[in-house]
């Protein structure tokens, strides 16, 4: 895992519909899980699929501290945030990761802990995960917007920007390589010095990168994803 993200006790991933933030948050708390306490807060109030919630027996077997909004993964239409989740910011855990909903509205929860954030701010690192391959992400104007949005409601500035450019099995070099050069246009224009980019192992080793990579797998995929 690279040294950017190894540090940081607070990691909160937000980013649009089919960025794969959900999929970044599980990959990263299985692997801080094999070195330290660590806790998955499912934050996101507006999406009610590929949720990190959906994989809790599965973190709670990896020794992952699982957390979610009451009624999550159930029929009602509006999740309540319950006091437990304020824990994290009370009761010692080594590292903990925040799944955040996709959007402005999404980032609106964030606003609720603001001041434990500011708090804790040098310990915690607010992510931006941007997948070109998606609608409304694919061009540099359409990204910072986004970005401009969730912070002014989520009231917390990006610290780093995850290329997480893919289209699942139909993801190609190529792909990832352009992600890569929209990120970072993205960075310049918001003032954003860190950037990585993730994806399988097998797809980064053909890129031509400039930035540090985070090898994840996937977990979310529904079965009719899976290839037989």
Do not use: H
């Not at 794969?20 to 948050?25: N, P």
């Not at 998606?134 to 990204?143: A, G, K, V």
């Not at 003032?191 to 053909?206: D, M, N, P, R, W």
């Amino acid at each position: 895992m690279t040294d950017l993200l190894q540090g940081c006790r607070y990691l909160v991933l937000t980013g649009n519909y089919g960025s794969g933030k959900t999929e970044l948050a599980l990959n990263l708390a299985l692997r801080f899980s094999q070195q330290f306490q660590t806790t998955l807060v499912d934050l996101d109030i507006v999406n009610p699929y590929f949720r990190s919630g959906e994989k809790a027996e599965e973190m709670k077997r990896a020794g992952v501290r699982m957390l979610m909004p009451t009624y999550a993964m159930t029929t009602v239409d509006i999740p309540a945030l319950p006091a437990e989740i304020q824990s994290v910011f009370e009761v010692p855990s080594d590292r903990v990761i925040f799944d955040v909903g996709g959007d402005d509205t999404g980032a609106a929860a964030l606003g609720r802990y603001y001041p434990s954030f500011m708090a804790r701010r040098e310990e915690t690192k607010m992510i931006l995960v941007i997948n070109c391959m998606r609608p409304l992400t694919r061009e540099p104007e359409e990204i910072v917007d986004l970005a401009e949005r969730i912070c002014n409601r989520g009231r917390l500035k990006i610290d780093m920007l995850i290329n997480n450019t893919n289209l699942a099995d139909m993801t190609e070099p190529g792909m990832i390589e352009n992600g890569e050069r929209v990120t970072l246009s993205c960075a310049e224009k918001l003032g954003v010095s860190e950037v990585i980019t993730a994806g399988k192992e097998e797809l980064l080793e053909k890129c031509r990168l400039q930035t540090p990579t985070l090898k994840i797998r996937r977990y979310m995929a529904p079965e009719w994803m899976e290839q037989v």
